[in-house]
């Protein structure tokens, strides 16, 4: 497709499992992005891949939170040992490099809920 | 200190009449980009408009434009002629550059517009 595409939509689980989120990114963009979005609040920055540089892992909460990319194809974002404040909605984006005025264009994002 | 300030939590418009929503900033990059997006109750992130802070043009995209004040910091979306399908919740963003390695978009509280019948 077009757009960013996300997997799963949904995803329910227990405290404690792991969960592994997929990005894939519109073609030809070689900035990648992962926000997390709580329930009435804003995005907050996780972590950022530009090209085949070292991701800027800054935003991340815990080091239970990690995230790979290939190149400039799809990316993976996993969460080990979930807890209850990891709920929410997990959205990427994309955009064409990383220049101020490329806006990003984001998935519909996949809504995590812990059990 | 917050970095992008929309003071708005609801706004409510009556279709056909034209709305401001509220944003301010702070940054002490020369460089950097305002963005606004919109996020329907279905929960994807739509682009609407984009300013540059060395743009000396409001930016306009359809019924989307953008009242930029660069001395104030202020960079409100105003939405003409409202529609129903504008119902929505509203978001402002900047992207810095020189001192945000990341690139990354730091975003607002988001303001929930609700167009009436």
């Known amino acids: ?115 | 200190a917050q970095k992008i300030t929309q003071t708005q939590p609801g706004m409510f418009v009556q279709e056909k009449e034209a709305v401001t929503l509220d944003c301010t900033y702070d940054t002490s990059d020369q460089s950097y980009g305002l963005f606004w997006y919109k996020q329907p109750s279905s929960g994807e992130m739509i682009f609407l408009i984009y300013q540059g802070s060395y743009d000396e043009q409001n930016a306009t995209e359809g019924r989307y434009s953008l009242n930029f004040q660069k001395a104030r910091k202020s960079a409100n979306l105003v939405i003409s002629a409202s529609q129903l399908g504008d119902s929505a919740m509203y978001f402002c963003a900047m992207r810095e550059v020189l001192s945000g390695s990341a690139r990354q978009l730091t975003f607002g509280s988001g303001t929930q517009l609700t167009v009436l019948p």
Not at chain 1, 49 to 60: H, R
């Open chain 1, 1 to 115: 497709g077009a757009g960013v595409s996300q997997s799963p939509s949904n995803k329910v689980t227990e405290k404690g499992k792991d969960v592994e989120l997929r990005c894939d990114p519109i073609s030809g963009h070689t900035a990648l992005y992962w926000y997390r979005q709580r329930l009435g609040q804003g995005l907050e920055f996780l972590i950022y891949f530009q090209g085949n540089s070292a991701p800027d892992k800054s935003g991340l909460p815990s080091d239970r939170f990690s995230a790979e990319r290939t190149g400039e194809s799809v990316s993976t974002l996993t969460i080990q040992r979930t807890q209850q404040e990891d709920s929410a909605v997990y959205l990427c984006a994309s955009s064409e490099g990383q220049y101020s005025n490329q806006p990003q264009h984001f998935g519909d994002g996949t809504r995590l809920s812990i059990l």
